[in-house]
């Protein structure tokens, strides 16, 4: 199967966050929309910018350079000094919802990472639609806008988020660098710095498409290994993986925005079965089992509701996640038609980690819980080894299936 990577990249990360945060206090003003720009002391106006407006651009400003030079493009520039702990707050946030997607997160920096879309694609009509979705959930639920670039690795992943911002979805496919890529001046590509750019200048190189069509050896002779990565670079090539980063996993879950409104507990019976399946199966692949099962219920005029239930024992099981869900359900819903549905699990534990019984638990009680349980392992297993033979859409439940 061809790979497809995401880049996502927080637009204006520093200045959004710092946005989205005076928002939540009360402000009355987005600074998002009038020239501002984070960096820098207020009195001493000494420091360098950080982040700046979509207005504050307009004026020539420019991330880098010089408080005191923006100042003197935009008078009433407004300013306002880094936080450094909200931003890693924020960006440990966004990562976290990434992962619910897919573990197959790297995290580039405090603002962006690659997704390896590759084993997700099945669930969604085609990548495009994939990111335009996870775009609009990220700004509906921390209220920041991203750019999501989509190609086939890292590289020209990384290039399309770089094109037209803000709050856009753009593809480079191999099929699409000509047209996309190889007119953009060689300063844009990706680890050309300022004196390989230099460098390629005075080789009469000023395009991407120019260095794409020199001669590697030539790139060598000035700019030695760097010059052939740039030479691939501009035609494309990249064979580095997205590695996926080793976190302590907090929680693991998944949420899904129904094609239609759901409006019968029928329906969403079923999304919900699906969803403990993949929450099930991401558990047993992390060896982790669960304490706490968490329901969110989004209606169709975007209110949000959420309970959680805490298990007598931990668990992995997809039929007692499914079936603590439902009863989440059933206790949380009121009957307005259902426009998205999550299943999420925290507090977990090792999946060898020892077990405590309830002591007031009925002895007979716990002889039929052990015995269904260990049923419903084997049966998850067996349905485990299946999907990752043959594919996730290889076994479905009948109630899955079109009537």
């Not at 520093?14 to 009360?26: F, I």
């Not at 694609?121 to 999501?148: C, D, L, M, Q």
């Not at 949000?304 to 869900?325: C, F, G, N, P, W």
Request: a neutral charge; hydrophobic letters at 35%.
């Amino acid at each position: 199967m061809k790979k497809i990577i995401f880049h996502i990249d927080v637009n204006s990360a520093y200045l959004s966050w710092t946005a989205v945060e005076q928002l939540k206090n009360g402000s009355t003003h987005d600074i998002r929309e009038i020239p501002a720009i984070i960096g820098g002391n207020q009195e001493s106006r000494h420091g360098i910018v950080l982040a700046k407006s979509v207005s504050a651009k307009k004026f020539g400003i420019q991330t880098g350079e010089p408080v005191a030079n923006a100042l003197r493009k935009c008078p009433n520039l407004e300013m306002y000094p880094p936080n450094h702990a909200m931003y890693h707050e924020y960006s440990e946030k966004l990562m976290a919802f990434l992962r619910d997607y897919t573990p197959d997160i790297e995290q580039l920096s405090v603002d962006e990472c690659f997704m390896d879309f590759t084993g997700i694609a099945h669930r969604f009509s085609s990548p495009v639609e994939a990111a335009r979705e996870i775009k609009e959930a990220i700004y509906e639920k921390f209220g920041f806008t991203v750019n999501i670039g989509i190609s086939v690795n890292r590289l020209l992943a990384k290039m399309a988020s770089d094109f037209q911002k803000p709050n856009k979805v753009h593809t480079l496919f191999p099929e699409e660098i000509p047209a996309k890529m190889w007119p953009l001046p060689v300063s844009e590509l990706y680890m050309a710095g300022r004196s390989s750019v230099e460098v390629l200048q005075k080789l009469e190189i000023r395009t991407i498409g120019e260095l794409a069509k020199a001669d590697p050896t030539l790139l060598e002779l000035h700019l030695k290994s760097h010059g052939r990565t740039l030479w691939e670079f501009a035609n494309g090539i990249d064979n580095s993986k997205v590695v996926r980063d080793r976190v302590e996993t907090k929680g693991i879950g998944n949420s899904t925005t129904l094609p239609k409104d759901a409006t019968t507990e029928e329906e969403a019976r079923k999304v919900l079965l699906w969803l403990a399946e993949t929450v099930g199966g991401r558990l047993r692949k992390e060896k982790q089992k669960a304490h706490m099962v968490s329901l969110e219920i989004k209606y169709h005029t975007f209110q949000s509701v959420s309970h959680q239930k805490q298990l007598s024992r931990a668990t992995s099981e997809d039929q007692t996640i499914y079936e603590t869900a439902c009863k989440l359900f059933r206790e949380l819903w009121d009957g307005e038609p259902i426009r998205l549905l999550g299943i999420r699990t925290s507090k977990l534990v090792d999946d060898d980690a020892p077990e405590q019984m309830n002591l007031f638990e009925l002895q007979e009680n716990m002889e039929r819980d052990v015995a269904k349980g260990a049923k419903y392992k084997k049966l998850d297993h067996a349905l485990d080894q299946i999907r990752k033979k043959y594919g996730d859409d290889a076994i479905k439940r009948g109630s899955f299936l079109e009537k």
